[in-house]
């Protein structure tokens, strides 16, 4: 069982930077792919950046490449996202996820675990 918690959503203008923590619980936090995905209101899930577990691989939806960056801490039990640039269209909910695999993932059915989400609010 993992469990996750997500920190660090706010209010920002566009054009400023947030940085989003996710703690894990558990001590095989370093098995498990990690993923940022987020909601906006009225739309479904999307998928937003991904990490392996030892963090050598990452991949970005389109939309935030460039300007976001996922990394993470095994020693801490932590994942982050560092969100630059940031534009109106950015605002949603963001999730952390887990997923019971080594390798990235991008779809959020194979995810087994979901932190319960942090709001962040892009201002233009």
């Known amino acids: 069982q993992v469990q996750l918690v997500e920190s660090g959503g706010g209010l920002v203008q566009a054009g400023g930077s947030l940085r989003l923590s996710c703690a894990a619980s558990?001590?095989?936090?370093?098995?498990?792919?990690m993923g940022w995905f987020r909601q906006a209101p009225g739309k479904e899930r999307e998928f937003v950046a991904t990490i392996s577990w030892s963090g050598g691989r990452k991949l970005y939806a389109d939309s935030v490449k460039g300007r976001f960056t996922i990394s993470r801490d095994n020693a801490k039990n932590t994942v982050y996202l560092q969100m630059n640039s940031l534009r109106p269209e950015d605002t949603a909910v963001y999730y952390c996820?887990?997923?019971?695999?080594?390798?990235?993932?991008?779809?959020?059915?194979?995810?087994?675990?979901w932190g319960q989400g942090t709001q962040v609010t892009v201002s233009s």
């Open positions: 996820a887990a997923a019971s695999a080594m390798t990235t993932k991008t779809l959020t059915y194979e995810y087994d675990y």
């Open positions: 558990g001590r095989t936090f370093s098995s498990y792919a």
